[in-house]
């Protein structure tokens, strides 16, 4: 009897690590971690995400991407103002964020991971 529970919850667990692993790239909704900072902004790349997801800066900060995923990642601003090109493991690309607004991003080889700068 308690050999079958065990068996039941490490399925369980299995089950769950699975689905959580999976909604990594289909899910429409995510918790985001919001920083906010007047200089030197760091978001990194980390398992086939942007982290933090959303960050928060004043008009004139500077953002650099860090990837330190083993894959090439490009980001890019959906709204065209800032393009980083092919971005291969350990490469930086940074951006001055001169004008108030909130910049949605996205990796278009990885359609979805997503992020957002805010500038006030």
């Not at 529970?5 to 699975?18: D, P, Q």
């Not at 995510?30 to 995400?49: D, K, L, M, P, Y």
């Not at 995923?69 to 951006?95: I, L």
Request: glycine residues 4%; positive net charge; charged residues 10%.
């Amino acid at each position: 009897m308690k050999k079958n529970k065990i068996r039941i919850i490490v399925l369980i667990l299995a089950m769950a690590l699975l689905v959580g692993l999976t909604s990594c790239s289909t899910s429409k909704t995510s918790t985001s971690t919001t920083a906010t900072s007047t200089s030197g902004n760091t978001v990194n790349i980390i398992n086939f995400a942007f982290t933090p997801p959303t960050i928060t800066v004043n008009i004139g900060t500077t953002v650099t991407w860090t990837n330190n995923d083993s894959t090439t990642h490009h980001v890019a601003s959906d709204t065209e103002v800032f393009d980083s090109g092919n971005m291969s493991q350990n490469a930086t690309y940074s951006f001055t964020f001169n004008n108030a607004g909130t910049f949605p991003y996205h990796c278009t080889i990885h359609t979805y991971m997503k992020g957002t700068v805010v500038v006030h």
